[in-house]
């Protein structure tokens, strides 16, 4: 019962990480920088555990070749899913970018279990599961999709060029799945989930600061610096180094489905908060009774397959 109240906590994590890295998107002017700084304060916050546990950070050779290559790149498919969600807001608009990779995550995380990919724990596809993935699909609808259909208007491609771009936010909420499955196989194998997200992400920074020297505006980090910005700017980078640990410690204990399941209940629930209260300079949206009829099914979905 502890590891489900951890995850669901994790999840309120996101809302904030997006908020703090909309953020500091507009101080630095371009989204690869703010990424570069979002990552680095995640690496150093893991680095900082690391010591502060006496946990190694650098593997060993026998961990190289033990673990998958593509196991350490598990920070660099992060990189491509955020870059990817950048397009999909601009060619898909809010509505669609949000939900699709939404959907195609929890189903692939369901996959996920059912096969043992990524050496998963199996955890066979039953009724009870599909029942209660149901239950959350149904609650997603109330609490995210209904509420932004008013209004909605066609934003960016149309027609095979949307039908591409649609495609690409499914395979975008499969690597978003299948990133938490990587870190979790990885810090199995080397048998430390501090260790295997801390290396993931010193690589996944290595790469994004050298894409940011080769684009000519890594200097622009320096404006991130001013006094006059609202420090929660910074919570992005901490928010992303709690959530890449624990999807490497939790995913083994409670499986990827339960777990992506709760992350998403604990994001659309601070999320309504938040956009109801206008907390970190959110939008203010009252929140329905539909939402809170939502939350409640995802919440029943969750228990119905974990019973």
């Known amino acids: 019962m502890i590891f489900l109240i951890i995850t669901l906590a994790m999840g309120l994590l996101i809302p904030i990480q ?5 953020r500091l998107r507009m101080v630095v002017g371009q989204a690869y920088v703010s990424t570069l700084i979002s990552f680095s304060v ?3 916050g893991l680095l900082v555990v690391a010591f502060a546990i006496g946990a190694p950070v650098l593997p060993t050779a026998q961990m190289l070749s033990t673990a998958p290559w593509w196991s350490w790149f598990g920070g660099i498919i992060a990189l491509l899913t955020i870059t990817c969600a950048i397009y999909l807001f601009k060619e898909l608009g809010q509505l669609q970018a949000t939900v ?19 050496g998963a724990i199996v955890i066979p596809l039953d009724g009870k599961r599909l029942m209660g993935a149901g239950l959350l699909i149904v609650g997603v609808v109330l609490v995210a999709v209904l509420p932004r259909l008013r209004g909605q208007k ?27 499955a990587i870190y979790a196989m990885l810090g199995g194998i080397i048998g430390s989930a501090v260790q295997a997200s801390t290396v993931s992400f010193i690589i996944a920074t290595v790469a994004m600061l050298t894409f940011c ?33 624990g999807n490497a410690w939790l995913i083994p204990k409670i499986g990827a489905g339960v777990f992506f399941m709760l992350i998403l209940i604990g994001q659309l ?8 209260f206008g907390w970190l300079n959110a939008p203010r949206k009252r929140i329905s009774p539909l939402q809170i009829l939502g939350i409640i099914l995802m919440l029943g ?3 119905l397959i974990r019973i």
């Open 154 to 180: 066609t934003v960016g491609a149309t027609g095979k060029r949307q039908v591409v771009w649609q495609l690409f936010a499914v395979v975008s909420g499969c690597l978003m799945a299948s990133i938490g």
């Open 42 to 44: 995640s690496t150093l």
């Open 269 to 276: 629930a601070l999320s309504m908060l938040m956009e109801h």
């Open 100 to 118: 699709i990779p939404m959907f195609s995550q929890l189903l692939f995380s369901l996959a996920i279990d059912h096969f043992g990919w990524f």
């Open 301 to 303: 979905g969750v228990a």
């Open 18 to 22: 997006t908020a703090a890295n909309s």
């Open 213 to 245: 020297l080769i684009k000519g505006n890594a200097l622009r980090v320096n404006l991130a610096f001013n006094r006059n910005h609202p420090w929660w700017m910074w919570l992005g980078g901490i928010c992303g180094a709690i959530c890449v640990y």
